[in-house]
C-alpha cells in the first residue's frame, strides 16, 4: 500500500514561502531526512486530498535555477530528474512562487517544466503582490503556460483546499514547451516569462515607493546602513541580558526547591549528595542559561522573519569580499551566534567549493549559544560582580567583534592558500519585501532549539556531571575537611597533573579539569566549575546567582595572591572565545566538508590556538604589571 503513494515535490526560489506552504499541508507530520550519499536534510510529510488520497510531499531545498552547482540546488535537480538512487521521480511538482517577483520565479518553474513533469504553480503571496500595486490573473498565467496556477497567502492558510482540489486524479498532464524549440532556449525562456508577466501581472502605469523601498533607503544607506546593523546587533545583545533574568529567577528557585524535597525526603549520604550536588545542581547550573539562549534563538528568527537578514547579508558583502568570501557566507556564520552545526550545514547554498571549506573552518569562531553561559559567568567578574546593564552588553558585543574579526582573517589567509575557483561565482541575493513576524515560524524554531538544549542537558551534560561528581568523591578519605577529600579523590590527583600545563595561562588544576570537562560541550563547564569549587546552594534567587562568582573572587594560590584576577579572567575568556569545544560539531564538519582531515585538523588548530592565544594574554599582562 505504501508504495503506490503519490510524491509531491515543492520547489521554488529561496523566500518563496515554500517551506510555509509545506507546513500548511503536512501539519505535525514532518520529518527530516537525508538522501542517501547527500549530507542535504530534506524534509518530507503527508497530506491528503480533499477526497482523502494520501500524497507524501519533499520540501526540496530552494534554488535559484536547476543548473546551480551549490550542494542545495543539485539535490533540487537530481531529486526531480530522479537521480538519486534509491529514490523515485517525483509524480507532480509543485513550484511555489512569489507573486510580487513573478518574472524571476517563474524562469525555476518554466525550467522544471521543461523535464517533462506535471507541475503545478503556487501562486503565493498575493496579499503583498497586491498591495505593491501589481493586478494579477492566474487564469490568463494558466492559459499561457498551460499549468493549473493557484493563488494563495500560505502563512495565513488561504488557498491550500484550491491547491489540494488541483492535485487531481489522474494528474494533471506535463505542459508543452514551446521556447525550447528556438535557437537559443534560455533567452526565449526569459522572453516568454517576461512576455506572461505583462499579460497576466499588470504594475500601475506609474511607479509608487514602497514600504520597503523607503525602509531599504536608510537600512541599505553605505553609512546609516552600517549604524543600523551595529545598533541592532548591540539592542540584541542588551535585551538577552537584560530580560532574562526574571525566568533564571523562576529556574533557580524550582532548583532550590527541587534540592531541598530530596534532601528532606532522603538520609544523608552519597546518593543523596549525588542526585542533589551532581544531577540537580550541575545540570542546573547549565539549564538556569535557557531563557538567555531562547532569546538568542527568538531575535534571530525575528530578523529572518521579518525581512532584514537579507539585508545584513548585502550590507557585509562589500565587507566579506576583502577576506576572499561573499554575501553567500554571512548568513551561515551568523547562523553559528547561535549554534555552529546548524551554521555549517547553511554552507551548501554557497556555490563556490573553497569558499563553502573556509566558511565550515571558521564558523566555529562565531560564539555560539552554548559558550553564553561561561561568558556569563566571567564577564560580570570584571564588573566588580554587577551583572546586566550596558557595559556588560558592550564587553559582550567586543567579545563576538573579536572572534568575528579572527575568523575574518583566517578565512583571507586561508582563501588565498586554497587559491581561486576555476569557475566565478557571483553573489545572488533576494531582498524580500518587509513583512510582519511569522510568529509560529518563529516559536517552533524557538521551541525546537530549546528542547535541543535540554535534551542536551538531559544526556551529555547529566551523564558528565555524574562522572564528575564520582571523581571528585572517590576515592575517599577518612578526612571530614572538603578541600582535603578532593585533593584525595581522582579530580584532585587529575589537577595536580594538569595545574603546570595550564598554570602559564594563570589557571590552577581545578581550572584545566573544568575546561577538560567541556570537550565535549562547552557550557558544561559552568557546572563543573561550581562542583569543583564546591559552591553551596541556596535557597535564596539572588544569593545562589552570585555564590560561584564569590567564591572563584576569593581564591587564592598558595602564596596568599589572588587566582581570579581579571587578567585571569580575560585570559580565560580568550581561551573560549577560540577553542572549539564540541564533537558533535566536528561530526557535522567532517561530514560536510567530505573528510575527517578538515575537522581533526581544525579541531587541533583552533584548541592550540586558544591556549596560545591565552598564554599570550596572560603573560604579557603580567609583564605589564596588570
Known amino acids: 500500500m505504501e508504495e503506490n503513494i503519490e510524491t509531491v515535490a515543492l520547489a521554488g526560489n529561496p523566500n518563496a514561502g ?73 509524480n507532480l511538482v509543485i513550484c511555489v512562487v512569489d507573486a510580487s517577483n513573478l518574472e524571476r520565479h517563474l524562469i525555476l518553474a518554466m525550467e522544471i517544466m521543461e523535464t517533462g513533469l506535471p507541475v503545478i504553480i503556487a501562486l503565493n503571496m498575493i496579499d503583498l503582490a497586491e498591495k505593491s500595486g501589481l493586478r494579477l490573473d492566474p487564469q490568463k498565467i494558466s492559459e499561457e503556460l498551460g499549468v493549473p496556477v493557484v493563488p494563495m497567502q500560505a502563512n495565513a492558510g488561504k488557498g491550500i483546499v484550491e491547491l489540494k482540489q488541483a492535485i487531481r486524479h489522474p494528474l494533471p498532464p506535463a505542459a508543452d ?42 537600512f541599505l544607506h553605505p553609512v546609516l546602513g552600517w549604524v543600523f546593523l551595529i545598533g541592532i546587533m548591540l539592542a540584541v545583545f542588551w535585551s538577552i541580558f537584560s530580560w532574562a533574568g526574571i525566568p ?51 531575535f534571530i528568527g525575528l530578523l529572518e522573519s521579518s525581512g532584514y537578514m537579507a539585508r545584513a547579508a548585502y550590507i557585509m558583502d562589500g565587507l566579506m569580499a576583502k577576506v576572499g568570501l561573499s554575501g553567500k557566507a554571512f548568513l551561515p556564520l551568523l547562523s553559528s551566534f547561535a549554534c555552529a552545526i546548524p551554521g555549517v550545514m547553511a554552507t551548501r547554498t554557497i556555490g563556490s567549493a ?103 542537558a538531559g544526556t551529555v551534560i547529566l551523564g558528565l556531571m555524574i562522572l564528575l561528581w564520582a571523581a571528585q568523591t572517590y576515592p575517599k578519605t577518612d578526612s571530614e575537611d572538603p578541600a582535603e577529600q578532593l585533593n584525595h579523590s581522582l579530580v584532585g590527583r587529575i589537577s595536580n597533573v594538569i595545574e603546570p600545563v595550564v598554570r602559564p595561562m594563570g589557571f590552577d588544576g581545578r581550572t584545566g579539569t573544568a575546561i577538560l570537562t567541556s570537550f565535549a560541550a562547552r557550557e558544561v563547564f559552568v557546572g563543573s566549575m561550581a562542583q569543583l569549587f564546591q559552591v553551596e546552594e541556596s535557597d535564596d534567587e539572588e544569593e545562589t546567582n552570585i555564590n560561584l562568582r564569590e567564591t572563584l573572587a576569593a581564591q587564592t ?70
Open 248 to 298: 533564571m529567577g523562576w529556574i533557580e528557585e524550582s532548583q532550590g526547591w527541587l534540592e531541598g524535597l530530596v534532601e528532606g525526603s532522603m538520609a544523608e549520604g552519597d546518593l543523596r549528595d549525588l542526585i542533589t550536588g551532581g544531577i540537580i545542581g550541575g545540570v542546573g547550573s547549565v539549564i538556569v542559561f535557557l531563557p538567555q539562549i531562547l532569546m538568542l534563538f527568538f
Open 18 to 90: 515554500k517551506t510555509t506552504l509545506f507546513n500548511a499541508l503536512t501539519g505535525s507530520t514532518a520529518k527530516i531526512g537525508n538522501y542517501a550519499g547527500v549530507t542535504v536534510e530534506i524534509k518530507t510529510g503527508e497530506t491528503f486530498t480533499p477526497h482523502g488520497r494520501k500524497l507524501k510531499v519533499v520540501d526540496l531545498p530552494g534554488c535559484y535555477s536547476l543548473d546551480g552547482d551549490s550542494p542545495d540546488q543539485q539535490v533540487a535537480r537530481h531529486a526531480i530528474l530522479g537521480e538519486i538512487e534509491g529514490k523515485a521521480r517525483p
Open 557 to 626: 594560590w598558595p602564596d596568599g595572591s589572588r587566582m581570579f584576577t581579571p587578567l585571569t579572567v580575560i585570559s580565560l575568556l580568550i581561551f573560549y572565545i577560540y577553542a572549539l569545544q564540541c564533537l558533535p560539531t566536528s561530526a557535522v564538519v567532517a561530514r560536510e566538508a567530505g573528510s575527517w582531515k578538515w575537522a581533526v585538523g581544525q579541531f587541533f588548530f583552533m584548541t592550540f590556538f586558544a591556549a596560545g592565544a591565552s598564554l599570550v594574554v596572560y603573560q604579557v599582562g603580567s609583564m605589564l604589571g596588570f
Open 354 to 456: 573553497k569558499e563553502r571549506l573556509v566558511t565550515i573552518f571558521v564558523a566555529p569562531w562565531m560564539s555560539c549559544s552554548a559558550r553564553l553561559p561561561v561568558y556569563l559567568l566571567l564577564v560580570p567578574m570584571l564588573l566588580g560582580g554587577s551583572e546586566g546593564g550596558l557595559t556588560q552588553a558592550l564587553i559582550l558585543t567586543g567579545i563576538y567583534v573579536l572572534g568575528t574579526l579572527t575568523a575574518f582573517l583566517a578565512a583571507k589567509i586561508l582563501r588565498r592558500r586554497l587559491g581561486p575557483d576555476e569557475t566565478t561565482h557571483h553573489f545572488i541575493l533576494e531582498l524580500p519585501p518587509y513583512r510582519a513576524p511569522q510568529w509560529g515560524y518563529i516559536f517552533r524554531h524557538v521551541l525546537d532549539r530549546g528542547w535541543a538544549f535540554v535534551r542536551k
Open 177 to 218: 514547451t514551446p521556447w525550447t524549440k528556438e535557437e537559443d532556449p534560455e533567452a526565449a525562456r526569459r522572453t516568454t516569462a517576461y512576455s506572461i508577466c505583462e499579460m497576466g501581472a499588470r504594475r500601475p502605469s506609474t511607479h509608487t515607493g514602497t514600504l520597503s523601498d523607503r525602509l531599504d533607503a536608510y
